[in-house]
Protein backbone atom coordinates (compact mmCIF):
# COMPACT_ATOMS: atom_id res chain seq x y z
CA UNK A 1 0.00 0.00 0.00
CA UNK A 2 2.44 2.73 0.67
CA UNK A 3 4.08 1.95 -2.18
CA UNK A 4 1.20 2.16 -4.78
CA UNK A 5 1.03 4.80 -6.95
CA UNK A 6 -1.50 6.65 -9.19
CA UNK A 7 -0.96 7.81 -12.22
CA UNK A 8 -2.63 11.35 -12.73
CA UNK A 9 -1.60 12.33 -15.86
CA UNK A 10 1.93 12.36 -17.53
CA UNK A 11 3.47 14.80 -15.26
CA UNK A 12 1.71 14.26 -11.91
CA UNK A 13 1.68 11.00 -9.84
CA UNK A 14 0.20 10.59 -6.68
CA UNK A 15 0.62 7.56 -3.75
CA UNK A 16 -2.51 5.95 -3.23
CA UNK A 17 -2.26 5.76 0.96
CA UNK A 18 -1.87 9.64 1.03
CA UNK A 19 -5.16 9.94 -1.17
CA UNK A 20 -6.78 7.91 1.35
CA UNK A 21 -5.84 9.31 4.43
CA UNK A 22 -7.22 12.64 3.00
CA UNK A 23 -10.54 10.83 2.15
CA UNK A 24 -10.81 9.70 5.57
CA UNK A 25 -10.03 12.80 7.23
CA UNK A 26 -11.66 15.27 5.15
CA UNK A 27 -15.15 13.28 5.84
CA UNK A 28 -14.26 12.79 9.94
CA UNK A 29 -17.69 14.66 10.30
CA UNK A 30 -19.59 13.01 7.72
CA UNK A 31 -22.28 16.05 8.05
CA UNK A 32 -19.68 18.61 7.04
CA UNK A 33 -17.06 17.43 4.14
CA UNK A 34 -14.01 19.61 3.92
CA UNK A 35 -13.11 18.61 0.45
CA UNK A 36 -15.35 18.89 -2.90
CA UNK A 37 -17.45 17.01 -4.77
CA UNK A 38 -14.48 16.86 -7.52
CA UNK A 39 -12.22 15.29 -4.99
CA UNK A 40 -14.56 12.92 -3.92
CA UNK A 41 -15.81 10.87 -7.23
CA UNK A 42 -12.49 11.08 -8.71
CA UNK A 43 -10.85 9.42 -5.90
CA UNK A 44 -13.50 6.91 -5.81
CA UNK A 45 -13.23 6.45 -9.33
CA UNK A 46 -9.76 5.41 -8.48
CA UNK A 47 -10.68 2.79 -5.84
CA UNK A 48 -13.22 1.25 -8.36
CA UNK A 49 -10.53 0.59 -11.04
CA UNK A 50 -8.07 -2.00 -11.63
CA UNK A 51 -9.44 -3.80 -8.71
CA UNK A 52 -7.88 -1.48 -6.45
CA UNK A 53 -10.83 -1.52 -3.85
CA UNK A 54 -10.15 -5.36 -3.36
CA UNK A 55 -7.01 -5.26 -2.59
CA UNK A 56 -7.57 -2.06 -0.42
CA UNK A 57 -10.25 -4.54 1.78
CA UNK A 58 -7.56 -5.86 3.26
CA UNK A 59 -5.44 -2.66 4.18
CA UNK A 60 -7.56 0.22 4.56
CA UNK A 61 -10.99 -0.84 6.50
CA UNK A 62 -11.30 3.06 7.72
CA UNK A 63 -12.12 3.89 3.59
CA UNK A 64 -14.91 1.45 3.63
CA UNK A 65 -16.23 2.14 7.44
CA UNK A 66 -16.15 6.00 5.96
CA UNK A 67 -17.90 5.04 2.81
CA UNK A 68 -20.78 3.62 4.88
CA UNK A 69 -21.28 6.51 7.43
CA UNK A 70 -21.39 8.90 4.83
CA UNK A 71 -23.59 7.16 2.84
CA UNK A 72 -25.55 5.82 5.83
CA UNK A 73 -25.77 8.98 7.98
CA UNK A 74 -29.79 10.46 8.36
CA UNK A 75 -30.05 13.79 6.82
CA UNK A 76 -33.09 16.37 6.72
CA UNK A 77 -34.34 17.50 3.37
CA UNK A 78 -33.01 21.19 4.38
CA UNK A 79 -29.46 19.16 5.20
CA UNK A 80 -28.97 17.54 1.89
CA UNK A 81 -29.94 20.98 0.12
CA UNK A 82 -27.24 22.86 2.08
CA UNK A 83 -24.80 19.72 0.96
CA UNK A 84 -25.31 19.37 -2.02
CA UNK A 85 -24.26 23.47 -2.60
CA UNK A 86 -21.54 23.55 -0.20
CA UNK A 87 -20.29 20.43 -1.67
CA UNK A 88 -19.19 21.95 -5.11
CA UNK A 89 -17.53 24.66 -3.74
CA UNK A 90 -13.49 23.91 -3.82
CA UNK A 91 -11.92 23.95 -0.60
CA UNK A 92 -9.10 21.14 -0.77
CA UNK A 93 -6.27 21.16 0.43
CA UNK A 94 -3.75 22.27 -2.64
CA UNK A 95 -1.27 19.58 -2.47
CA UNK A 96 -4.88 17.64 -3.12
CA UNK A 97 -6.27 19.35 -5.96
CA UNK A 98 -4.03 17.68 -8.57
CA UNK A 99 -6.46 14.80 -8.16
CA UNK A 100 -8.55 17.37 -10.27
CA UNK A 101 -6.65 17.38 -13.21
CA UNK A 102 -7.48 13.69 -13.49
CA UNK A 103 -11.16 14.47 -14.45
CA UNK A 104 -10.00 16.68 -17.02
CA UNK A 105 -7.92 13.69 -19.11
CA UNK A 106 -10.33 10.90 -17.58
CA UNK A 107 -13.49 11.63 -16.21
CA UNK A 108 -15.13 9.90 -13.28
CA UNK A 109 -18.32 8.08 -14.06
CA UNK A 110 -20.30 9.96 -11.77
CA UNK A 111 -20.92 13.69 -11.72
CA UNK A 112 -19.01 15.73 -9.37
CA UNK A 113 -21.88 16.41 -7.49
CA UNK A 114 -23.40 15.20 -3.97
CA UNK A 115 -25.56 12.46 -5.59
CA UNK A 116 -22.36 11.76 -7.11
CA UNK A 117 -20.54 11.04 -4.00
CA UNK A 118 -22.82 9.00 -3.00
CA UNK A 119 -23.30 6.95 -5.81
CA UNK A 120 -19.53 6.49 -5.50
CA UNK A 121 -19.66 5.32 -2.47
CA UNK A 122 -22.17 3.05 -3.11
CA UNK A 123 -20.24 1.09 -5.61
CA UNK A 124 -16.98 1.21 -3.78
CA UNK A 125 -19.07 -0.63 -0.97
CA UNK A 126 -20.93 -3.28 -3.94
CA UNK A 127 -17.65 -4.19 -4.66
CA UNK A 128 -16.90 -5.73 -1.73
CA UNK A 129 -19.46 -8.38 -1.81
CA UNK A 130 -17.43 -10.65 -4.20
CA UNK A 131 -15.55 -12.54 -5.60
CA UNK A 132 -16.61 -11.63 -9.18
CA UNK A 133 -17.79 -13.38 -12.33
CA UNK A 134 -16.10 -13.60 -15.83
CA UNK A 135 -17.52 -9.97 -16.95
CA UNK A 136 -16.70 -8.68 -13.14
CA UNK A 137 -20.45 -9.03 -11.70
CA UNK A 138 -20.37 -9.40 -8.20
CA UNK A 139 -21.50 -12.95 -7.31
CA UNK A 140 -23.59 -12.16 -4.26
CA UNK A 141 -22.24 -13.21 -0.75
CA UNK A 142 -24.23 -12.96 2.95
CA UNK A 143 -22.87 -11.15 5.57
CA UNK A 144 -22.20 -14.35 7.07
CA UNK A 145 -20.18 -15.94 4.55
CA UNK A 146 -18.11 -12.12 4.01
CA UNK A 147 -16.89 -13.01 7.68
CA UNK A 148 -15.78 -16.40 6.98
CA UNK A 149 -13.84 -14.71 3.73
CA UNK A 150 -12.31 -12.48 6.42
CA UNK A 151 -11.45 -15.29 8.93
CA UNK A 152 -9.94 -17.35 6.50
CA UNK A 153 -7.52 -14.60 5.15
CA UNK A 154 -6.20 -14.19 8.53
CA UNK A 155 -5.65 -17.89 9.23
CA UNK A 156 -3.59 -17.55 6.28
CA UNK A 157 -1.66 -14.87 7.80
CA UNK A 158 -3.37 -12.49 5.26
CA UNK A 159 -4.85 -9.14 6.17
CA UNK A 160 -8.62 -9.61 7.48
CA UNK A 161 -11.04 -8.07 4.37
CA UNK A 162 -13.31 -5.69 4.80
CA UNK A 163 -16.24 -6.23 6.22
CA UNK A 164 -14.93 -7.54 9.33
CA UNK A 165 -18.39 -7.76 11.44
CA UNK A 166 -22.65 -6.70 10.88
CA UNK A 167 -22.07 -3.22 12.21
CA UNK A 168 -19.65 -2.20 9.63
CA UNK A 169 -22.72 -2.86 7.03
CA UNK A 170 -25.29 -1.99 9.81
CA UNK A 171 -23.77 1.07 10.82
CA UNK A 172 -26.27 2.80 13.03
CA UNK A 173 -28.92 0.03 13.29
CA UNK A 174 -30.19 -2.03 10.56
CA UNK A 175 -33.46 0.50 10.26
CA UNK A 176 -31.45 3.43 9.63
CA UNK A 177 -29.20 1.52 7.06
CA UNK A 178 -32.21 0.48 4.88
CA UNK A 179 -34.42 4.06 5.67
CA UNK A 180 -31.45 5.90 4.44
CA UNK A 181 -30.67 4.22 1.68
CA UNK A 182 -33.71 3.86 0.28
CA UNK A 183 -34.35 7.74 0.51
CA UNK A 184 -31.31 8.54 -0.94
CA UNK A 185 -31.96 6.11 -3.87
CA UNK A 186 -35.64 7.58 -4.56
CA UNK A 187 -34.62 10.91 -4.08
CA UNK A 188 -32.14 11.02 -7.18
CA UNK A 189 -33.57 8.01 -9.11
CA UNK A 190 -29.53 6.28 -8.57
CA UNK A 191 -29.70 2.91 -10.07
CA UNK A 192 -26.05 2.65 -8.63
CA UNK A 193 -27.65 3.10 -4.83
CA UNK A 194 -30.10 0.91 -5.91
CA UNK A 195 -27.90 -2.09 -6.54
CA UNK A 196 -25.58 -1.62 -3.47
CA UNK A 197 -28.99 -1.65 -1.23
CA UNK A 198 -30.25 -4.41 -3.43
CA UNK A 199 -26.84 -6.48 -2.59
CA UNK A 200 -26.74 -5.34 1.47
CA UNK A 201 -30.54 -6.76 1.82
CA UNK A 202 -29.45 -9.96 0.33
CA UNK A 203 -26.21 -10.03 2.53
CA UNK A 204 -28.54 -9.46 5.45
CA UNK A 205 -31.44 -11.98 4.73
CA UNK A 206 -34.10 -11.49 6.81
CA UNK A 207 -32.86 -8.64 9.19
CA UNK A 208 -33.26 -5.76 6.55
CA UNK A 209 -36.04 -7.09 4.35
CA UNK A 210 -38.34 -7.56 7.67
CA UNK A 211 -37.81 -3.46 8.22
CA UNK A 212 -39.47 -2.37 5.24
CA UNK A 213 -42.62 -2.25 6.65
CA UNK A 214 -41.51 0.66 9.09
CA UNK A 215 -41.32 2.81 5.54
CA UNK A 216 -44.71 3.40 5.50
CA UNK A 217 -44.10 4.97 2.09
CA UNK A 218 -41.76 2.19 0.68
CA UNK A 219 -44.73 0.33 -1.22
CA UNK A 220 -45.85 3.58 -3.60
CA UNK A 221 -42.34 4.74 -3.62
CA UNK A 222 -41.02 1.70 -5.20
CA UNK A 223 -44.11 0.85 -7.60
CA UNK A 224 -43.33 4.27 -8.93
CA UNK A 225 -39.21 3.18 -9.25
CA UNK A 226 -40.73 -0.04 -11.03
CA UNK A 227 -43.04 2.26 -13.26
CA UNK A 228 -40.16 4.58 -14.44
CA UNK A 229 -37.84 1.46 -15.27
CA UNK A 230 -40.42 0.23 -17.60
CA UNK A 231 -41.01 3.26 -19.44
CA UNK A 232 -37.15 3.72 -19.74
CA UNK A 233 -37.05 0.01 -21.74
CA UNK A 234 -40.38 0.97 -23.17
CA UNK A 235 -38.87 3.80 -25.11
CA UNK A 236 -35.96 2.13 -26.77
CA UNK A 237 -33.68 1.51 -23.50
CA UNK A 238 -30.95 -1.44 -24.14
CA UNK A 239 -29.80 -1.85 -20.21
CA UNK A 240 -31.57 -4.45 -18.77
CA UNK A 241 -29.55 -3.78 -15.48
CA UNK A 242 -31.61 -1.96 -13.68
CA UNK A 243 -34.83 -3.66 -14.04
CA UNK A 244 -33.31 -6.73 -13.00
CA UNK A 245 -32.32 -4.80 -9.53
CA UNK A 246 -35.79 -3.68 -8.78
CA UNK A 247 -37.14 -7.25 -9.79
CA UNK A 248 -34.45 -8.50 -7.01
CA UNK A 249 -34.63 -6.32 -4.40
CA UNK A 250 -38.83 -6.74 -4.78
CA UNK A 251 -38.39 -10.31 -4.08
CA UNK A 252 -36.35 -9.87 -1.20
CA UNK A 253 -38.72 -7.01 0.64
CA UNK A 254 -41.49 -9.14 -0.62
CA UNK A 255 -41.67 -12.52 -0.94
CA UNK A 256 -38.50 -13.54 1.49
CA UNK A 257 -40.51 -12.30 4.31
CA UNK A 258 -43.86 -13.52 3.01
CA UNK A 259 -42.32 -16.99 3.47
CA UNK A 260 -40.67 -16.45 6.79
CA UNK A 261 -45.23 -15.65 7.62
CA UNK A 262 -43.61 -12.15 8.48
CA UNK A 263 -47.00 -11.36 9.73
CA UNK A 264 -45.98 -7.35 9.52
CA UNK A 265 -44.81 -7.50 5.63
CA UNK A 266 -48.35 -9.48 5.15
CA UNK A 267 -49.91 -7.09 6.19
CA UNK A 268 -48.51 -3.65 4.85
CA UNK A 269 -48.59 -5.08 0.99
CA UNK A 270 -52.36 -5.70 1.52
CA UNK A 271 -53.39 -2.74 -0.08
CA UNK A 272 -50.97 -2.44 -2.89
CA UNK A 273 -51.12 -6.52 -3.97
CA UNK A 274 -53.20 -4.81 -6.56
CA UNK A 275 -51.13 -2.51 -8.28
CA UNK A 276 -48.08 -4.58 -7.92
CA UNK A 277 -49.64 -7.34 -10.05
CA UNK A 278 -50.67 -4.34 -12.77
CA UNK A 279 -47.41 -3.75 -13.07
CA UNK A 280 -45.50 -7.04 -13.02
CA UNK A 281 -48.00 -7.37 -15.79
CA UNK A 282 -47.02 -4.56 -17.64
CA UNK A 283 -43.23 -5.76 -16.68
CA UNK A 284 -43.91 -9.22 -18.39
CA UNK A 285 -45.27 -7.47 -21.58
CA UNK A 286 -41.95 -5.27 -22.02
CA UNK A 287 -39.40 -8.29 -21.68
CA UNK A 288 -41.28 -10.64 -23.32
CA UNK A 289 -41.30 -9.63 -26.65
CA UNK A 290 -37.26 -8.87 -26.03
CA UNK A 291 -35.14 -11.00 -27.99
CA UNK A 292 -34.25 -14.29 -26.27
CA UNK A 293 -30.78 -13.90 -27.01
CA UNK A 294 -30.67 -11.43 -23.92
CA UNK A 295 -29.21 -13.40 -21.14
CA UNK A 296 -30.96 -11.60 -18.75
CA UNK A 297 -34.42 -11.62 -20.26
CA UNK A 298 -35.39 -15.48 -19.43
CA UNK A 299 -34.10 -15.23 -15.99
CA UNK A 300 -36.29 -11.89 -15.48
CA UNK A 301 -39.26 -13.12 -17.09
CA UNK A 302 -39.03 -16.09 -14.66
CA UNK A 303 -38.50 -14.33 -11.46
CA UNK A 304 -41.64 -12.38 -12.56
CA UNK A 305 -44.02 -15.14 -12.67
CA UNK A 306 -42.47 -16.38 -9.13
CA UNK A 307 -43.33 -12.82 -7.87
CA UNK A 308 -46.94 -13.27 -9.44
CA UNK A 309 -47.64 -16.84 -8.26
CA UNK A 310 -46.24 -15.71 -4.82
CA UNK A 311 -48.38 -12.08 -4.69
CA UNK A 312 -51.62 -14.12 -5.73
CA UNK A 313 -50.96 -17.22 -3.20
CA UNK A 314 -50.68 -14.72 -0.30
CA UNK A 315 -53.31 -12.20 -1.32
CA UNK A 316 -55.61 -13.99 -3.23
CA UNK A 317 -58.70 -13.01 -1.11
CA UNK A 318 -57.90 -9.14 -1.26
CA UNK A 319 -57.73 -8.86 -5.25
CA UNK A 320 -60.70 -7.78 -7.19
CA UNK A 321 -62.88 -10.31 -8.87
CA UNK A 322 -62.03 -8.31 -12.68
CA UNK A 323 -58.68 -10.06 -13.20
CA UNK A 324 -58.15 -8.48 -16.97
CA UNK A 325 -55.40 -6.11 -15.75
CA UNK A 326 -53.34 -9.05 -15.16
CA UNK A 327 -51.68 -11.37 -17.43
CA UNK A 328 -53.16 -15.09 -18.70
CA UNK A 329 -50.34 -16.54 -16.26
CA UNK A 330 -51.05 -14.70 -13.22
CA UNK A 331 -54.89 -15.39 -13.56
CA UNK A 332 -54.45 -19.52 -14.23
CA UNK A 333 -52.47 -19.46 -10.95
CA UNK A 334 -55.54 -17.22 -9.51
CA UNK A 335 -58.37 -19.90 -10.94
CA UNK A 336 -55.90 -22.88 -10.29
CA UNK A 337 -55.45 -21.90 -6.80
CA UNK A 338 -59.76 -21.17 -6.17
CA UNK A 339 -59.93 -24.81 -6.96
CA UNK A 340 -60.52 -26.84 -3.90
CA UNK A 341 -58.27 -28.87 -2.56
CA UNK A 342 -59.19 -31.59 -0.29
CA UNK A 343 -59.11 -31.15 2.87
CA UNK A 344 -56.14 -34.01 4.28
CA UNK A 345 -53.77 -32.69 1.09
CA UNK A 346 -54.24 -29.26 2.11
CA UNK A 347 -52.88 -30.18 5.64
CA UNK A 348 -50.05 -32.26 4.38
CA UNK A 349 -48.66 -29.48 1.77
CA UNK A 350 -48.70 -26.86 4.86
CA UNK A 351 -47.18 -28.86 6.70
CA UNK A 352 -44.49 -29.80 4.10
CA UNK A 353 -44.21 -25.95 3.32
CA UNK A 354 -43.66 -25.20 7.17
CA UNK A 355 -41.29 -27.15 7.79
CA UNK A 356 -39.30 -25.65 4.73
CA UNK A 357 -39.73 -22.49 5.59
CA UNK A 358 -38.13 -22.72 9.27
CA UNK A 359 -35.70 -25.17 7.53
CA UNK A 360 -34.21 -21.80 5.19
CA UNK A 361 -35.16 -18.70 8.20
CA UNK A 362 -32.02 -17.30 8.92
CA UNK A 363 -33.73 -15.79 12.62
CA UNK A 364 -32.87 -17.15 16.23
CA UNK A 365 -36.07 -19.47 17.32
CA UNK A 366 -35.03 -18.50 21.28
CA UNK A 367 -37.90 -16.65 23.28
CA UNK A 368 -37.96 -12.74 22.65
CA UNK A 369 -34.70 -13.29 20.70
CA UNK A 370 -34.50 -11.33 16.74
CA UNK A 371 -31.04 -11.97 16.29
CA UNK A 372 -30.50 -13.12 12.38
CA UNK A 373 -27.50 -14.45 10.91
CA UNK A 374 -26.72 -11.06 9.55
CA UNK A 375 -26.63 -9.79 12.79
CA UNK A 376 -24.55 -12.30 14.13
CA UNK A 377 -21.89 -12.57 11.19
CA UNK A 378 -22.35 -16.41 11.40
CA UNK A 379 -24.64 -19.55 10.53
CA UNK A 380 -26.61 -19.68 13.68
CA UNK A 381 -26.44 -23.47 15.43
CA UNK A 382 -29.14 -26.12 14.19
CA UNK A 383 -30.63 -28.02 17.07
CA UNK A 384 -28.69 -31.53 17.21
CA UNK A 385 -32.26 -33.07 17.69
CA UNK A 386 -34.28 -32.32 14.37
CA UNK A 387 -31.08 -30.10 12.80
CA UNK A 388 -33.56 -27.28 11.36
CA UNK A 389 -34.16 -25.18 14.08
CA UNK A 390 -31.72 -23.00 14.43
CA UNK A 391 -30.37 -20.41 17.63
CA UNK A 392 -27.59 -17.95 18.05
CA UNK A 393 -26.64 -19.25 21.43
CA UNK A 394 -26.95 -22.43 24.27
CA UNK A 395 -28.71 -19.92 26.56
CA UNK A 396 -31.56 -19.74 23.71
CA UNK A 397 -31.54 -22.90 22.82
CA UNK A 398 -32.37 -24.04 26.77
CA UNK A 399 -34.91 -21.11 26.73
CA UNK A 400 -36.82 -22.41 23.47
CA UNK A 401 -37.12 -26.23 24.74
CA UNK A 402 -39.03 -24.94 27.70
CA UNK A 403 -40.77 -22.08 25.96
CA UNK A 404 -44.16 -21.89 28.00
CA UNK A 405 -45.53 -20.43 23.95
CA UNK A 406 -44.20 -23.24 21.56
CA UNK A 407 -41.58 -25.95 23.73
CA UNK A 408 -39.45 -27.00 21.18
CA UNK A 409 -39.64 -30.10 23.09
CA UNK A 410 -43.23 -30.48 21.66
CA UNK A 411 -41.67 -30.00 17.98
CA UNK A 412 -38.30 -31.72 17.95
CA UNK A 413 -39.63 -35.58 17.69
CA UNK A 414 -41.94 -34.39 14.90
CA UNK A 415 -39.75 -32.68 12.67
CA UNK A 416 -37.10 -35.73 12.70
CA UNK A 417 -40.22 -38.35 12.35
CA UNK A 418 -41.01 -35.85 9.20
CA UNK A 419 -37.23 -36.14 7.70
CA UNK A 420 -37.59 -39.76 8.65
CA UNK A 421 -40.92 -40.45 7.03
CA UNK A 422 -40.40 -38.34 3.89
CA UNK A 423 -36.84 -38.84 3.27
CA UNK A 424 -36.04 -34.96 2.83
CA UNK A 425 -33.56 -34.29 4.79
CA UNK A 426 -32.52 -30.67 6.49
CA UNK A 427 -30.03 -30.34 3.60
CA UNK A 428 -32.50 -30.97 1.17
CA UNK A 429 -35.54 -28.45 2.34
CA UNK A 430 -32.74 -25.66 2.14
CA UNK A 431 -31.84 -26.27 -1.14
CA UNK A 432 -34.89 -27.39 -3.31
CA UNK A 433 -37.57 -25.65 -4.57
CA UNK A 434 -40.45 -28.13 -4.25
CA UNK A 435 -44.18 -26.98 -5.84
CA UNK A 436 -47.39 -28.49 -4.12
CA UNK A 437 -47.27 -30.95 -6.51
CA UNK A 438 -44.11 -32.40 -5.43
CA UNK A 439 -45.12 -31.56 -1.62
CA UNK A 440 -48.01 -33.53 -2.09
CA UNK A 441 -46.50 -36.92 -3.76
CA UNK A 442 -43.39 -37.20 -1.24
CA UNK A 443 -45.68 -36.92 1.69
CA UNK A 444 -48.47 -39.10 0.42
CA UNK A 445 -46.09 -41.52 -0.83
CA UNK A 446 -44.40 -41.29 2.70
CA UNK A 447 -47.67 -42.01 4.24
CA UNK A 448 -46.68 -38.96 6.96
CA UNK A 449 -49.24 -39.76 9.37
CA UNK A 450 -52.18 -36.98 9.02
CA UNK A 451 -52.48 -36.55 12.65
CA UNK A 452 -48.91 -35.73 12.84
CA UNK A 453 -48.53 -33.42 9.23
CA UNK A 454 -51.63 -31.62 11.09
CA UNK A 455 -50.07 -31.09 14.76
CA UNK A 456 -46.43 -30.29 12.97
CA UNK A 457 -48.84 -27.38 10.79
CA UNK A 458 -50.33 -26.01 13.53
CA UNK A 459 -46.86 -25.93 16.29
CA UNK A 460 -44.98 -23.93 13.03
CA UNK A 461 -47.74 -21.93 12.77
CA UNK A 462 -47.55 -21.07 16.04
CA UNK A 463 -43.71 -20.40 16.55
CA UNK A 464 -43.91 -18.48 13.25
CA UNK A 465 -46.75 -16.78 15.11
CA UNK A 466 -44.72 -15.93 18.12
CA UNK A 467 -41.37 -15.35 16.99
CA UNK A 468 -43.21 -12.21 14.64
CA UNK A 469 -44.86 -11.20 17.87
CA UNK A 470 -41.42 -11.27 19.77
CA UNK A 471 -39.88 -8.77 17.21
CA UNK A 472 -42.67 -6.49 16.54
CA UNK A 473 -42.33 -5.97 20.82
CA UNK A 474 -38.35 -5.79 20.46
CA UNK A 475 -38.32 -3.53 17.87
CA UNK A 476 -40.99 -1.24 19.73
CA UNK A 477 -39.46 -1.76 22.87
CA UNK A 478 -42.76 -3.23 24.93
CA UNK A 479 -42.32 -5.75 27.41
Not at 318 to 327: I, K, Q
Request: net charge positive; hydrophobic share 35%.
Amino acid sequence: MNNLIILINSESTFDISDLSNAFVASLSDVSSPTHCATFYVQYLEFLCGDQLASVMRSNRHDVFNTCMRFLTHSRTDEELHKLERSILKCSCDPKHRCVHESGRTKPARWNPTLQGVFEGCAIVVRLCFGPFDSNGTPVLLTLDQAMKQSKKAEKKGQKALWPLAARDILVNSPEQTLSVMWRLCYRYKSDPILASLQNILHASGSTLSSLVYKMPAFPGQFLHYFEAELAKLALGGQDLGPLSTVILMLHQSTLKCFELHDINAFFFWIPHAHGMLKTLTRAVSVLAPLPSSIPERDQMLKCLDGLGYGFIVYFRQHLPRDLSSYCPKFVQVYHRLSTSMPDNEKCSVRAFTRVQELAVSDRCSGPRCTETTATQSRKLQACSGCSVTRYCSLECQKAGWKDKNVPHKSICGLLQVFQQKTGVSCQQLKATHYTEEEMLAIVTESKFALKDASEISEQLRLLAMWRDARHVMESLRLP
